[in-house]
């Protein structure tokens, strides 16, 4: 029991370090939390149920149509709202403010075109064949999820650490001001990774119901909330840090619903509030404080 | 034909203004000293040249291209850059740091760039590796000062290049500025540490805002008026 | 000295990350004098001021007033004692009145202190106190600190470069207003770029460097002292 | 004195905004000049309990226009018949909107008859106000047993038992066919937790102590770790008690993890059987067990309304949706209803109530035998239990282990 | 002390109170007399409930800039804190609500650690402590004293109008209260910490105790009014006292209005609860939809919320 607990709870885990990824990079980079993060996996979700059941495409073809479809929601959306916001006396306060209003709307709009009955993809949409480990099966729903996420996640590490453009983004995470002071398109580069961020959760909720089951327009919050818990418990704008803070709840999660099944639901919360009460720079974090 | 040619520039926050009616001129290939206390504008008069504050009139030419209303990363690619008080981005490795600097140029020129750098400040191929937090002070100017040499500018600002360092560290400052002194870019450097005066071709004085005496450092020395008032010096 | 100083602090050291701002600082101070505090940008001044407010806590050494350890007394428990400040970038509450800053202070501060009438007019800000204190220029604003101090009721007042930005005629009053703190028992630490304001007010100075203190004394010997001339204004080596 | 203005406006917007919160109060018609049988009733377009609360409610529109269809519904105290006319508002699954709506209908719509929404959430709050305002609650799903004291004759279950009555027959057919090895899941809500303390005493009375029983909270959706858990334990049968959004995640997990068991049972497939074919596949439900609800369970002595085949046709055709449990239930709300107003004597609450207390145990519907006991608590229908068969194109059919009769 | 201006602005200091006394008076009176003129006292009911959780969330994010989302955490609290003392000491209904207002601000003295955050670290943070205190209550474990997941059923006590005049005087304290912290030094204070917490401290404030009153008062109003509404309820069940959408209505409305005002939050309850039930009762199906486009466009065009409207020409707001 133990094993398999754990083998799923970092299957689950480095799934949900990929679904907090994009809210890490928007943090990180802005200094903003996208409140609507959850709300664009579902969408993702839903993109993936819809092209399945009326379109016969498969999920892997929606990873790529929904990373594009939403990096371009994303950069539609940054224009209109995300300078203004900036330009504000209070833009972290503002921003968390708006983003729960587009939360709202996006749950309205899911409600009015998808209804609301909680939708699904099958299991076997990747094959029934499983995957034997250590005297214990898993589903190849999840192996597929969990192979899926670790590439994005190392491609967006290798995206932040050997390419030009992501050095400029981690320039403007480490120091805004210093990064337009050394005349680096810090507009652009905030563009490209609020889109980036939104096309890679819409990424991951393609994924997501392999991995929760089921959703409806509802699970945005929580979600939201769950990948906050995983950014806090990692360290901020380290997608390494989206790894450890995923694992870390997956693992937990699985522990509690083997051992403490009723009290499972707590898991996010409780790690969250440990997390921001004892070390809120997370467990990557290096608590240096600037002068 | 100035390389930086300022006139009558207003700058300020809100309605108010820091800067009155500055008038001021960098020519190519020299060394120009902006002298004043502690709140007298020069931070303000230097971002407000790199685009960091808007400017509320006035206009500022660089070689011939009006750069008044561009912003900082247009700045930089028109040839400027600025070396700020922190200078480095303390999160990022020394070598992204320069690369940060050099983020206009093409790849082949970039790790071009590097090499002769490295070469020249031998401190920063040891610690290439390392974040730049793991600096000392000293180690920290001259990541800066290399990072704002990376991007090839005709034109360097450099916001107090003295703060924060040992006496040391500061004469080695101003003997790498030395360097400089009849060949590559210009450099306009504002400073309350008169020693920086000694390499420099022209001052400006910068006081409450308003440039109150311009001319060479032998002029300034002569200008007993003006040290008193300035620098307390009787 | 021959009064019981008002403020000791031993060996103040204050580190961020690895980088040491304090390195092992001691100093006093009495009451009715006035310290200039003075050395280049970086050398620790705003922090020793800092650690003797209580915005940050030094992480080792001590800092005693008034026969109490206050090392790790809380900001406003500090301010109620009669410790209190004005800031280099000045701090005032931008949403309210000049008036009402001042009067907060005086509401929540250390009595017997001056009024907000008085620490109005003491500044000279009486003809603006209906307007918000985002209204002010950054010279008013500075005096807006200085008065909101006043109204605390200080015993001991930190100042942290009030000069930078004011006109000569300004810096006159100041002096003048610091000095007449002064003579009514106020301690003052002053700390300052411009020499020629220091040298007005001070008859002691600390000079600091990279954390340390250098050099005590007046100011007229430190110009003479080597180590001094070296950092501060850039000669020798 | 500007505040005072807008002070002045405060109390204009008050008046305006509670203007706009509906009509202005009149007074309850008296019999004689009612032209309309009004019901009132809510149900949840958006929320958690929307999936069950739209169907119920079609069921009910439906039944309403079917008799509509034929002049309306005779009414006893009237001696003619009258147009049933719906005033419905959408709570959104809130609880706390539900409460001011079940209010508004009756204090400013004036309804006749009040139905509740789908559920016991929804149901709950509906209950002392309906009992405080003297109007009775035709309850429809609210299966919370709390809802029925001796001292509130204001409340009437239409269809379904009390949820803790629900496991009766699933005890029965696990002693029966000797299973000593039983495995429970169940969330721990109202419904689910207590059929699980139900089953489990039932059980225990049979001296079999289950392997496993485990609460989960409600919103749990990956059931793959439970699951393996419960294997461990060897069960023979396994019995996952949840909402039906925990019965899909469970059956998927269950699919995924190629498990094999004697007996697999779940609640929900039974009531939503289209549901699960279409979001975890037929082949998923294959073979378990549930509570096989109409229109999965046919009931031949149907004496009142349309038989299942019949409703199942005509509901289609009106609506375009296919039959659900729910939709059943909603329509045999209408049936109690119409029932009710063909023999109470007057329209006053209490006697309505008495015409139902008088009818009870004699009226057979495609839901059942409708039978309350002295609280207004359903007792007539019974679930029994039922083996699912699925073929490959989605048909569901049933067959019952357990009598539907018991 | 005793010059011309000091006096002045004394007199201007009462005449504000006297506007502002205006506006309990007028909630004292509208509330106690629209029973009269209006039938559905439920409505009426909530839209006193949700103005006084709108003052509590105006209390602590107009004064102190902490952004609730947690904040039906301690309404919940309060409904558990009231049903438990009439099921389980059986205590009478007004007495069962003192001890659910108690009860939510025990529970914020346990919380005051999450006070050490800011931004949206606090906001998440207290959505995922009421999370915390939702799943606790409704815990099987808890059956004895909360009846876990079965819910509360207390139509022993069921008093609509009695709790509706409860809700009233609470209501009025509520508003009292926050006149009285805006306009006493106090208020100030708060919002010289909001500004400058540094300069607050150093001005004498004792900056962590002034924000732990104001957390546990904006407890107190959540949990008074939850235990007046699960007493108006009678019968609910965990998830109905938890429910998120009451968190976020009351800083929709509060934002709405216009934070930091004593009017604010008055004019975003009426006026926006009056829209929900406007809109509800027809079709809410677009209500979800309207207010968060209501909400982004706020932040992008008037954060001040509508009362900013007559601030902005330079005019006092009470």
Redesign the interface.
Known sequence: MFTYSLVSGILFGIFFGFMALGLNLIFGVMEMVNLAHGDFVVLGGYVAIMALTSLHINPVVSLVIALVLFFLVGLGLFFPLIPRLSNSRDPEMLSLILFFGLSQVLEALMVIKFGVNPESLPLSVFGNSSWHFLGQSYQIAWIVTALVSLVMITLTYVFLYYTSLGRAVRAVMGNREEALASGLPVKRTSAIIFAIGIGLAAMSGVLSPLMIGSLDPTSGLGLTTIAFAIVVIGSLGNPLGSVVGGLVYGVSLMLMQTYLSSWSVLVPYLLLLIIVLVKPSGLLGKGVRHA | MALLHISSLYVGYNS?N?LTDVNLDVEAGTQVVLLG????GKTTLL?SL?G?LPVHAGQIVLDTQDITRLG??A???AG???L?E???????SVE?NL???G??LT?TLRRQQIRSLYQQLPILYEKRKNPA??LS?GQRKILAFA?VLM?QPRLILMD?P???????M??EMIQILNTYRSHGPAFLIAE?????LEGAHYVYVLD?GQIRFQGTPQDLDADAHIK??Y???? | MSREPILIFENIVKKFGAFRALDGVSGTLAPGEILGLVGPNGSGKTTLINVIAGLYYPDSGGVRSQEQDITHWPMHKRARMGINRTFQIPKPFKSLSVEENIALAYHYGRKPAMSPQQALDFVGLAPVKNQLALQLNSSQQKLLDLARALAAGPRILLIDELAAGLSHQELQVVADHLQALAQQDIALIVVEHHLGFVNQLTERVMVMNAGKEIFQGSLSRAAQDPTVSAVYLGTGS | MKSTAILGMAAVLLSASLAGCGSSPSTAPSAKSIKDITIGTLYAKSGAFATSSMPEYSGLTFWASQINKTGGVYVKALHKKVPVKIVAYNDQSSATTATTLYSQLITVNHVNILVADFGSVLTSVAVPIAQEKKMLLFDQTGTGASFFTPSNPYIVLTSLPTSGLWPTSLAQYLIHKGYSRIAIVYATNDFDQSQDQTLVSKLKAAHITPVYNNGVPTSTSSYSVLLNNMSHTNPQAVIELGYPNNDIAFLQALKASGDHFNMVFTIFPGQLPQLFVSSVGPSSINNTYTYPAPPLLTFSHVNYGLNTAQFDLAFKKATGQSTNFLSIAGYNTGLIIQKTLSTANSLNQLSLRHAVSRFSGSLSTLDGTFKIDSKGAQIGETLPVGKITTNSKGRVSVQFVTSPNS | MLNTQLVEAGKRQRGRLLINGVIPFLVLVGFSLSPFVYANQAILFQMMAFMALAQGVNLLYGFTGYLPFGYVGFFGIGAYGMAISIQLLHFPGLLAVVMGGLLSAIIAIIFLPLLRLSGAYFAISSLAAAEVLSNVVSNSAMIHITNGPYGEQLTQSYHPVTSYVAMVIVLVLTTVTVIFIRNMPFGRALMAIREDPVSAAMAGIAVVRSRSIVWLLSALIAGLTGAIFGWHLSVFYPNTVFDLNISILAIVFTLFGGYGTVTGPVLGSIVLYGLYNAIGISDPQYFQLIYGLLIVALVLFLPGGIISLIQRRGNYVP
């Open positions: 108010l820091v206390a502690n709140g007298s971002k790199m960091l900082p990363s700045r930089v690619r400027l850059a600025y700020s922190i200078g480095v981005i303390a999160s990022l992204d690369n940060i600097g983020y206009y790849r937090s793991s002070g990072k991007g107090e003295s703060a924060g360092l040992a006496p040391v500061v004469n309350q540490n008169v020693k920086f409450n008193a008032a620098f307390g010096l009787t």
